[in-house]
């Protein structure tokens, strides 16, 4: 049965993005063929069918992690020791970062957050289709709206199977270098495993031509080491790195 658009306008965040479904084939045969073949034996349109239906037909509001699980057991991927790239309000840094380090990974390096970057998506409870007119908004509608349960499940997973020396690019040019509420602070920092991660690394980098309003010795970032101490993982901070900070430069 067709919907009233007016029906379909009832979220306060952009609707699904246009083409959803070709852009998640497309991105994923691109990915297992072309980024990482050591995955080119995954199931695309499978994929596809299960991020589909972990959200068609329900509630935009009721997003649960089981709902992705079907999707999360397609894909199982690891990223190897020592490779893994966290980031908080510096994502095209630690992007430009981890291309040019080939093999390390952020989120967006691994399959499933190379197919969702940047993409938007939701159904309603009674259709079939993804609703392209609007989606819940995450601070004006629900948090337990399915893009950000899908975020929040795979940054957990993210941190939970990261080993070795962990690193993350954190910005110096806002107040809170370390934010407590972002998703690194609230969800990756503490399902790190101790019994697997060895060190996390920080790196603090300033805009140039901003003013530094963070650093490696300001309170969130003691705060941070505080959080690490507590959890047993050895913590180290740097300033400006300059393998990330060049990168500014490109
Ligand atoms: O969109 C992504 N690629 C994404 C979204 C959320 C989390 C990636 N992550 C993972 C990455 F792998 C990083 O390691 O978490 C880390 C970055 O998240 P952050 O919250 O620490 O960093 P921000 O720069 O504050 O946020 C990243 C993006 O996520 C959005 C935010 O608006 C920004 O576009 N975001 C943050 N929390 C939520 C939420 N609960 C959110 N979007 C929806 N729901």
Redesign the pocket.
């Known amino acids: 049965m067709r919907r009233h658009s007016s029906q379909l306008m009832k979220w306060n965040g952009t609707g699904s993005t246009a083409h959803f479904q070709e852009i998640v084939l497309e991105r994923c045969y691109n990915y297992t063929q072309l980024v990482q073949p050591a995955l080119r034996d995954r199931d695309c349109q499978k994929i596809r069918e299960a991020f589909r239906n972990a959200f068609i037909s329900k509630d935009p509001c009721s997003a649960t992690e089981e709902d992705y699980h079907p999707l999360m057991k397609l894909v199982n991927q690891t990223v190897p020791c020592d490779k893994t790239v966290?980031?908080?309000?510096t994502?095209k840094l630690a992007h430009q970062y981890t291309k040019v380090q080939r093999e390390m990974f952020?989120?967006?390096d691994t399959l499933l957050?190379y197919i969702a970057?940047?993409l938007s998506w939701c159904g309603d409870a009674g259709s079939h289709e993804m609703n392209y007119q609007s989606c819940p908004h995450?601070k004006k509608d629900c948090?337990n709206n399915f893009?950000?349960v899908f975020?929040?499940l795979l940054?957990k997973r993210?941190a939970a199977n990261a080993c070795g020396v962990v690193q993350v690019v954190l910005n110096g040019s806002i107040s809170n270098a370390f934010?407590g509420k972002?998703?690194?602070?609230r969800v990756?920092v503490h399902n790190l495993n101790p019994m697997k991660v060895h060190t996390l690394q920080a790196w603090v980098i300033h805009d140039l031509g901003k003013f530094p309003s963070d650093s490696c010795s300001g309170s969130s970032i003691n705060d941070l080491s505080w959080i690490m101490k507590q959890r047993n993982i050895k913590f180290t901070c740097q300033d400006n790195y300059s393998s990330v900070k060049f990168l500014q430069c490109v």
């Open positions: 966290f980031w908080s309000k994502k952020t989120l967006e957050g970057d940047d995450w948090s893009v950000s975020w929040g940054s993210f934010d972002s998703t690194f602070g990756e």
